[in-house]
């Protein structure tokens, strides 16, 4: 790592000595600007294989720029993976997890307590360092009490809500959920801020999307280099377009939300270029965790050829898309097989600002530059949690699994189906089943749906187990986890009386105060 | 239809008057190249969304071309697909299938007495009327008898073999298949022509390009317009790659042929980019069928997210792979969602050639100019025929399943799985379920997989229904069924004593002539 570091530093010279502006020497470092997904998957941009191609504007963004085929979050589920993003470190370390039960996944709902600790050194924080302005656009979802604000956590500026978009509620048992521009809040979803369950019509995304361009107008007149973190949620069940896209897509209505992010970002990269900031803003777009199959097919999107999706370890569930593009330093077309992650967007981003990661504790995202500049790849493991638990874990080709699940008998039977259509026996099981002595072991390049284990007896199994054991026994050994975060929930703690709720007359009152251990039952 | 074939016609003009070539006026006909894969299957091609993406030529070949998402093969086995497309007509009609049993499909293995009737017309004969050569080089499979010979059926010139490269056989028993240049047998599969099953190393593939190579210099030379059916079978379970591609996939062998198939392929277009003749030349490239799944992880490819694979009417087991390349004429970069059809292949090619399909038969292929060159959309039925039974159809984005099955439970106790990792309750049955009264209707766009069959109740599988009848029953009650030709085996009809033989003396004793019902499982 060391030697990437280094390596990624003479890189990062190269780059801006080649972007040669200026008469100080040193150009300013370029915009960064993270267009992170919610419940998107892998299969769902046409660049990715999918059959209605509907993603002319992220498919040309590819073109452009680099394609990761192998890249991932670093959780099946949204809060901890944000964390992870943000923190450049994964979940357990952060907090990000609950250890209420054995692999449970779990996210910060409004009666959560937890949320991120303030001993975490958060990106927008750190880019402060190199004179970055910073804001965040939509989902924030790291806690909503008033200590995990993004603004107390290095944002500048906020326009968005604190937790998922769901509702509408009757403000009596639960109140509906804020929508914040930057301490306070400016009005909540369903009333101020509509979403039509029915028809499937909201407003949200052109919003998010003025809130984006105005930023980046304001901060190019300024000549202060950003960072933009445009969290969306339209394809998060209940999916949203406006009435442009509504009916648009040969997908349905989550169609209808892909297509109209596409746009979004179309405008936002058309923008950069406008303005004559292309070659010196570096946007990266991913998404938080796998499509939700069990919100599928009208509310859900695609996977392409993985295994499950959303909630579960299997590539499913983890591996997303992923484009990055700065035209005139990332060649344009290049597809790389780096094995990256969401927590290598903090560690980049650093690296672009020319600063160094923290060094007071373990950081697990790795520079991509070295990727995407000079095509070199970096062999690092994947490690897939579920809360405290470590699934399984993917080196060069070959992931192995300690752990299988997908949800309860129970849930199942109740119809919450994760792997919808999709059942390889032994693997996509309904009960815990531990494999920690004895790895199921996949070949993701002959195998990427996970449908057919390797032969425990083969050499190829053996060998990839030799080589996979020490870095999990490294990993296990050298990991200090986090104090759990999301284990207490308490309804006093739900968005009754938001700060900035006394002006618009929109304070309700909680209930009293009890607090309690958080269900997550998978 | 008749709208379409007169657009169609004007489009043409248009399109030889911008080729402006020659004094006499209209310049001559556009060389027609169908590259025909063996078993690949939809998400097999980097630009289909295959993770390792190793298809560089291919996927460049869509950038310049058109891409077809919505393409399918003919039948989900590779004789009747190949017989569709030379014919135009649904294996139904030319003969190609069985009536020994319900729904079977059926192929031309070497025992099989039938083979392509002497009353099917077939493409390299029309063609002959605009003066084309042809060629094919690689797999007939339309029937070895001396009547079902290619040379008979208007192909000038063939390399290749009438059967698959199964073996190796004893000759005695079963003799291996021949390889034929033009009349006479050259040699047999794994004696002159090795493939070598435990390394997979075979140079047939190398061979099979330089066959094509060679053609299109010699016509070229000639300046005659020129037919070449390129049917390489490299991706057929035994798979096979030279030695320079063995090992170089990070797929597995089944890889290895593909990275060898799309290197050829660049070559091919790379030479008639050299010889200047790449405007003039209109080449296609699809697959007989879907990917076996039964084969796979390490003998058979991936159908992307659809549901199963070869031998099944999923879309697995018929939607293909498609590009159409004819660079200054087909837009680069273009996506149609025409749904085609393997046999609009040779309705686009006597479109091509100036020429009308014959007018005394029923003929099922569409012409795809009107969709390349000016983008026009023409609905039409995609039929999922399983032998003599009518398995399903697609009309827009619905496809009604009358009858659904895998395998048998035999065959699936025994290990024998199209559809591995993949179970969708009542669609993917192991019996023979009959749906003619009240058909399963999927959604494509929304549900791609066929994993949510729409609601019986639903005013959308209502519609989708009183729109999808008609087409059916028009279509069914105007069929008329060709003479079955999979029906009748008999051992002392295998390649026993090919002609040139004796020149090699190569000749085998065929055993006594024993005319049986040919078995097919399933």
């Given amino acids: 790592m060391a030697a990437v570091a280094a390596a990624s530093r003479r890189c990062l010279l190269l780059v801006l000595s080649a972007a040669g502006l200026g008469l100080t020497g040193a150009p300013p470092p370029p915009n960064i600007l993270l267009l992170l997904m919610?419940?998107?998957?892998?299969?769902?941009?046409?660049?990715?294989?999918?059959?209605?191609?509907?993603?002319?504007?992220?498919?040309?963004?590819?073109?452009?720029?680099?394609?990761?085929?192998?890249?991932?979050?670093?959780?099946?589920?949204?809060?901890?993976?944000?964390?992870?993003?943000?923190?450049?470190?994964?979940?357990?370390?952060?907090?990000?997890?609950?250890?209420?039960?054995?692999?449970?996944?779990?996210?910060?709902?409004?009666?959560?307590?937890?949320?991120?600790?303030?001993?975490e050194r958060l990106l927008p924080a750190l880019l402060k360092g190199a004179g970055y302005a910073s804001?965040?656009?939509?989902?924030?979802h790291l806690g909503h009490r008033p200590q995990f604000h993004p603004l107390r956590h290095g944002f500048d500026e906020w326009f968005g809500s604190p937790n998922c978009h769901f509702g509408p509620y009757d403000n009596r048992a639960r109140p509906n959920?804020?929508?914040?521009?930057?301490?306070?809040?400016?009005?909540?979803?369903?009333?101020?801020?509509?979403?039509?369950?029915?028809?499937?019509?909201?407003?949200?995304?052109?919003?998010?999307?003025?809130?984006?361009?105005?930023?980046?107008?304001?901060?190019?007149?300024?000549?202060?280099?950003?960072?933009?973190?445009?969290?969306?949620?339209?394809?998060?069940?209940?999916v949203y377009a406006s009435r442009a896209f509504l009916g648009t897509s040969q997908r349905g209505r989550y169609g209808d939300a892909v297509r109209e992010i596409d746009d979004s970002v179309g405008r936002i990269l058309g923008l950069l270029r406008d303005l004559g900031v292309a070659e010196s803003s570096f946007v990266f777009?991913?998404?938080?965790?796998?499509?939700?199959?069990?919100?599928?097919?009208?509310?859900?999107?695609?996977?392409?050829?993985?295994?499950?999706?959303?909630?579960?370890?299997?590539?499913?569930?983890?591996?997303?898309?992923?484009?990055?593009?700065w035209p005139g330093h990332i060649p344009a077309g290049q597809v790389s097989h780096q094995p990256g992650s969401i927590m290598d967007l903090?560690?980049?981003?650093?690296?672009?600002?020319?600063?160094?990661?923290?060094?007071?504790?373990?950081?697990?995202?790795?520079?991509?530059?070295?990727?995407?500049?000079?095509?070199?790849?970096?062999?690092?493991?994947?490690?897939?949690?579920?809360?405290?638990?470590?699934?399984?874990?993917?080196?060069?080709?070959?992931?192995?699994?300690f752990w299988t699940w997908t949800?309860?008998?129970?849930?199942?039977?109740?119809?919450?189906?994760?792997?919808?259509?999709?059942?390889?026996?032994?693997?996509?099981?309904?009960?815990?089943?531990?494999?920690?002595?004895?790895?199921?072991?996949?070949h993701l390049g002959r195998d990427p749906g996970e449908r057919f284990p390797l032969s425990f007896a083969s050499s190829e199994y053996l060998d990839a187990l030799r080589k996979i054991t020490p870095v999990v026994q490294r990993h296990q050994e050298s990991l200090v986890p986090g104090q759990p975060q999301l284990n207490v929930c308490n309804q006093a703690v739900m968005n009754w009386a938001p700060p900035g709720c006394?002006?618009?007359?929109?304070?309700?009152?909680?209930?009293?105060?009890?607090?309690?251990?958080?269900?997550?039952?998978h």
């Avoid at 804001?135 to 924030?140: E, R, T």
Wanted: net charge negative.
């Fill in 38 to 119: 919610d419940d998107m998957g892998w299969g769902d941009l046409g660049v990715y294989g999918e059959p209605s191609r509907e993603t002319p504007n992220l498919d040309r963004m590819a073109t452009e720029g680099t394609l990761f085929p192998s890249f991932y979050a670093a959780n099946p589920l949204c809060s901890p993976s944000r964390a992870a993003l943000l923190t450049g470190r994964l979940p357990i370390r952060s907090g990000f997890y609950t250890t209420n039960g054995h692999a449970r996944n779990a996210y910060t709902p409004q009666e959560i307590v937890g949320g991120i600790p303030d001993s």
């Fill in 135 to 140: 804001k965040i656009v939509g989902k924030w």
């Fill in 177 to 238: 959920i804020p929508v914040y521009r930057d301490w306070e809040m400016v009005g909540r979803y369903y009333e101020e801020f509509p979403i039509h369950l029915k028809t499937g019509e909201s407003n949200l995304t052109q919003i998010y999307l003025q809130e984006a361009l105005g930023f980046i107008r304001r901060q190019q007149a300024a000549h202060r280099p950003f960072f933009l973190y445009w969290a969306v949620d339209a394809t998060h069940a209940p």
């Fill in 285 to 325: 777009f991913t998404s938080d965790n796998g499509a939700a199959l069990v919100s599928a097919p009208k509310q859900g999107g695609s996977n392409g050829p993985f295994l499950c999706g959303k909630q579960t370890t299997f590539e499913g569930g983890m591996r997303e898309p992923a484009i990055a593009w």
């Fill in 346 to 401: 903090f560690t980049t981003s650093l690296s672009l600002a020319g600063l160094q990661p923290p060094s007071d504790r373990a950081i697990d995202g790795l520079d991509l530059l070295p990727a995407m500049l000079q095509g070199r790849l970096t062999e690092r493991p994947i490690f897939y949690y579920r809360g405290n638990t470590l699934m399984a874990v993917t080196l060069g080709q070959y992931k192995a699994h």
């Fill in 407 to 442: 949800n309860s008998w129970e849930e199942f039977r109740q119809g919450v189906d994760f792997c919808p259509g999709q059942n390889v026996s032994g693997v996509t099981t309904h009960s815990q089943e531990e494999h920690t002595r004895l790895p199921l072991i996949f």
């Fill in 502 to 521: 006394e002006k618009l007359g929109k304070c309700l009152t909680p209930p009293e105060s009890v607090p309690e251990k958080c269900s997550w039952p």
